[in-house]
C-alpha cells in the first residue's frame, strides 16, 4: 500500500524567507504527485501535480516542487514566502488502481 | 472557488443520531469522492462514485454509506454518530472514473456531534 511522510508539522517563517517542505512516499511504481493547500477557513486547493515529464514543476503562486524517483521524494519550495502563505500543506500520492493518500500536512505560519 | 458544493457548511447534533451531507460536483465532472478530515486521523478518503457506482471504499465506517445520484449529486449519510465523527467532511470532483484524474475539493461540512 502505499503512504506519504512529511516530517515537518510545523514550520515557522519570517516574509522573505525560503521554503522547504518535505514530502516522501513509499510505492515501488508509476505514481501521480499532488501539492493541496489548505488556506484557513477553505477548502483544499491545488498547488501543483506531476504526472510524468519534467521533475521540476511549477505551480501556482510561485511555488514549485521537484520529484526525485531515487528518494521517493516531491519536496514543496518557495523562494520568498509572503504573510498570505500562512496555510496548511498537504502531499498527496496515488498510483493506477489506487485511491489519493495524503500526508500529514504541514502547517506553515509566516510572521510578517 | 473550485465549482463543487456542499451542503449544510456546518451541522451540529446529538450522538446517536443520522445526518446527510451533500455534494454537487463541478459541471461535466462524473466522480464524486468524500474524505474525513480529522485532528487525530488527518485526511482519509472514504469512498468513490463515478457515474452513480460505486467504484473504491477506503477507511468508511459501516454506519456511513454514500450514494451517486442520476444527476451526479452525491450524498453521504452518517448515522448512530459517535462524538469521535465530529470532523470536516469533504467531497471532491474529478472528470474521469479513475483516482489518477486531478480532483477538485468542495468547501467542506464541519460536523460537531455533542
Known amino acids: 500500500a502505499q503512504s506519504v511522510s512529511q516530517h515537518n508539522h510545523h514550520v515557522i517563517l519570517s516574509e522573505a524567507a525560503s521554503l522547504e517542505l518535505g514530502c516522501n512516499y513509499s510505492?515501488?511504481?508509476?505514481?501521480?504527485l499532488f501539492w493541496y493547500v489548505q488556506y484557513p477557513g477553505q477548502h483544499l486547493q491545488l498547488l501543483l501535480k506531476y504526472f510524468s515529464g519534467d521533475p521540476l514543476v511549477k505551480g501556482i503562486k510561485g511555488f514549485e516542487a521537484e520529484f526525485i524517483k531515487s528518494k521517493f521524494s516531491f519536496n514543496l519550495r518557495k523562494p520568498s514566502v509572503q504573510w498570505s502563505d500562512t496555510a496548511e500543506y498537504f502531499c498527496?500520492?496515488?498510483?493506477?488502481?489506487?485511491?489519493?493518500?495524503f500526508g500529514g500536512g504541514t502547517r506553515l505560519m509566516v510572521k510578517p | 472557488d473550485s465549482g463543487v458544493t456542499q451542503t449544510p457548511k456546518h451541522l451540529i447534533t446529538a450522538t446517536g443520531q443520522r445526518v446527510t451531507l451533500r455534494c454537487s460536483p463541478r459541471?461535466?465532472?462524473?466522480?464524486v469522492y468524500w474524505y474525513q478530515q480529522s485532528l487525530d486521523q488527518g485526511l482519509q478518503f472514504l469512498i468513490h462514485y463515478y457515474n452513480g457506482e460505486e467504484r473504491a471504499k477506503g477507511n468508511i465506517l459501516e454506519r456511513f454509506s454514500a450514494q451517486q445520484f442520476p444527476d451526479l449529486h452525491s450524498e453521504l449519510n452518517l448515522s448512530s454518530l459517535e462524538l469521535g465523527d465530529s470532523a470536516l467532511y469533504f467531497c471532491?470532483?474529478?472528470?474521469?472514473?479513475?483516482?489518477?484524474?486531478?480532483?477538485?475539493f468542495g468547501p467542506g461540512t464541519r460536523l460537531t456531534v455533542l
Open positions: 471532491a470532483s474529478s472528470d474521469g472514473p479513475t483516482s489518477t484524474d486531478t480532483q477538485y
Open positions: 459541471s461535466g465532472d462524473l466522480s
Open positions: 498527496a500520492v496515488n498510483a493506477p488502481g489506487n485511491m489519493l493518500t
Open positions: 510505492y515501488g511504481g508509476t505514481v501521480n
